[in-house]
């Protein structure tokens, strides 16, 4: 306790715990921004690297959940950084007037900077953002997929009616690698043109491509009070991937209408 009280009481210590304490801090932000930018890299890039339907952690946490943490570090750090004006207020007032004689203007100075900080600090409060359109990440796939529908297509077609024999055992296998094949066809056809962010939420699924938010629940095992909870979250609780929402939509879309 006495250690405690001689390094509030004594002002040096106390400025030089707040620097060690603002260096920690201020590596942190660094470290987990660089963490987001070049580890748990998004979208585009992931897919390219990894694969579809898969998302990064780090300690069980993904690049959205650690950039909650970069936020929450951030603040932290400029609580201290406002103690440490404030403990050297004075040095940064003598400072001030040897760098600025001039009284008026030193006062402009002052409240020029003041602003500029809180506007820089609030100015995501007082802004709309940007609508812009998205376009399909997996538009090249898509406009591949057509010359492979139309090969199998073609594949499957029979070929000489009169020829027709009974199947043999070589026949019924490659016939059956073959079903396998359109069926994994399909389901990538449907990926692509239903496509699926972890960003997204089930209503704005629904909405998008007009389907039942209910069928999706349904289909996923998702509580539908959670339907405004982003996908990307929801995977980890109730274990499904993206490409399982797009096949659910596809399901849907492909019913017969009674």
Known sequence: MSTKK?????????????????????????????????????GETRNANYGENINLLFWGLDRHEWGTIHLIVSLIFILFLVLHIVFHWKMITCLTKRLIPNNTVRVWFNVSVSILGFTMFFFAFLITPEQAYHENIYRNRAVNAMPLQMQQKDAFAPTDKKKATPKTENESTEHSENDHAEKKHKNQTAIVEYEVLGTYTLNFVANKYSVPCSHLCNELCIPQHLSNERLGRLRKKYSFTMSDVSKSISAYKNKPQQ
């Open 6 to 42: 001689s390094i509030v009481k004594d002002k040096p210590k106390l400025n030089i715990c707040i620097d060690f304490i603002l260096f920690g801090l201020l590596m942190a932000m660094a470290g987990i921004g660089l963490l987001i930018k070049y580890v748990l890299v998004s």
